[in-house]
């Protein structure tokens, strides 16, 4: 029998993390990575330079110790700077007090960060270049290539893709589902000023919204910016209708003019930068037996557009983490709990993931938004124990997706039904104080 209490599969972002938590109890962790080690080799193109880090993250870097030494590498946004097609900006905070914040960091640094860590714990062996090909699960073994290891308990962190996941599928039907959302991404870059400075604001999430496509743009420690199209794959205004030089020039001046100066190497970068594809990942189980587990983007792969993938997944460490005392260090119940009784909360950041591309490309230009976003942050000064818009409750709080969906869906049809003349304020205070119970 092996002597590591569990074995993970992946050593990306929320691998290192989990392991660190289960490492904190005492338990032995044999920690395997596919790719070789990223602080000695480059990784490949196709995963983005940068994420966004909020609340639930920042709890779980704070529960291993690790966040206080990448807190000076983190750029805080205070809200989104709009950017719109005569180049005029607004910003519209992201909540109501200055420690409302998401911050900018560089994925590169964050993995090699907890890949320091863990190998700072004696509880912890990792390896690198072990690509898992096949599962034993009744009788723990599991192969990378020709390597043959047992395991006593084993979780997949091993993201989107997970072979774990479908090794799994073999055994149990997850109900596994992958959605494409039929919109890719590239990546493009704004470099520094001549003078080293930044050549905007630092510290907001920057967008161009343009209806079916915008680009965006997180601030980098080097004073440059990592921006990203978002677009459909097929279509107008889709990556196949941007292809020479002269498309890409056109399509920019019309649709981004301010860029056009912002990014020297446009063209270049458009047509040598990879387009990635977007789709979401749904099971409605992530657990076989009390033997395998998946959790993170294996799991609930989301779409970035609430910043909450990395999030998300570094939550699932957390709960994993409240779910050994809940069941009393029994593992074998933890996986049977994490992995029926969480599901929920995966589909609800999922389902909240797509619906804010809706509104970051298209509905923060509308009118009805602005007021639906004014009348929000009024209710939540008045009933600050009982109302916290949607976006606050997921990036500023750690309250379990599923509640907040159910929260924001009630919150989203009285404000609705107050803007469109409905119901009248009094009425909209009445049914608050009715339907959103006191937060505990």
């Excluded at 602080?39 to 490949?44: C, D, F, I, L, S």
């Excluded at 073994?141 to 390597?147: A, P, R, T």
């Excluded at 091993?158 to 992958?178: A, I, P, W, Y």
Aim: proline share 4%.
């Amino acid at each position: 029998m092996n002597k590591f209490d569990i074995t993970l599969v992946g050593a990306g972002l929320s691998g290192p993390l989990l392991a660190s938590y289960l490492s904190k109890r005492g338990y032995k962790v044999d920690l395997y990575e596919r790719r070789s080690d990223m602080r000695k080799a480059p990784q490949g193109a196709g995963r983005s330079i940068n994420l966004a880090l909020s609340a639930r993250g920042i709890k779980a870097l704070r529960d291993i110790g690790i966040f206080e030494k990448i807190q000076k590498n983190l750029i805080p946004m205070k809200g989104r700077m709009l950017h719109d097609k005569n180049s005029n900006t607004h910003l519209q905070l992201y909540g109501q007090n200055k420690d409302e914040v998401i911050y900018s960091v560089s994925r590169s640094f964050l993995n090699i960060s907890l890949l320091d860590h863990v190998e700072r714990q004696k509880d912890i062996q990792l390896s690198f270049n072990h690509e898992l090909t096949d599962a034993d699960f009744e009788n723990k073994k599991i192969n990378f290539g020709d390597k043959a290891i047992s395991f006593n308990r084993l979780i997949g962190s091993d993201g989107f893709t997970s072979q774990l996941r479908n090794l799994m599928l073999k055994k149990e039907d997850l109900k596994f589902r992958k959605k494409p959302l039929g919109h890719g991404y590239k990546e493009l870059t704004i470099p520094p000023s001549l003078n080293g400075k930044y050549k905007m604001d630092p510290n907001a999430l920057h967008i161009w919204p343009r209806g079916n496509f915008m680009l965006i743009a997180l601030p980098n420690m080097d004073k440059s910016f990592t921006c990203t199209l978002f677009a459909p794959m097929k279509g107008v205004g889709s990556f196949e209708k941007i292809k020479s030089s002269d498309d890409i020039l056109f399509f920019f001046e019309t649709e981004f003019p301010d860029t056009i100066q912002l990014i020297p190497s446009l063209v270049d970068e458009f047509k040598n930068n990879p387009v990635g594809k977007l789709a979401s990942i749904y099971c409605e189980k992530w657990n076989y037996k009390d033997i395998a587990l998946i959790m993170g983007d294996a799991a609930h792969a989301i779409v970035p557009f609430f910043g909450q993938g990395m999030n998300a997944s570094f939550q699932d460490c957390t709960v994993i983490d409240s779910l050994i005392d809940k069941n009393s260090g029994d593992l074998g119940a933890m996986f049977n709990d994490f992995g029926t009784n969480h599901v929920e909360n995966g589909h609800a950041i999922a389902n909240m993931a797509l619906e804010n591309y809706i509104e970051m490309r298209d509905s923060v230009n509308n009118l009805d938004y602005k007021k639906h976003r004014e009348v929000e942050l009024l209710l939540e000064r008045r009933f600050p124990n009982r109302f916290i818009p949607r976006y606050s409750m997921v990036s500023f709080h750690e309250i379990p997706y599923a509640e907040v969906y159910r929260r924001g869906e009630i919150q989203l049809d009285l404000i609705s039904k107050f803007v469109s003349g409905e119901i009248s304020e009094v009425k909209l205070n009445e049914e608050i104080i009715k339907n959103l119970s006191l937060f505990v």
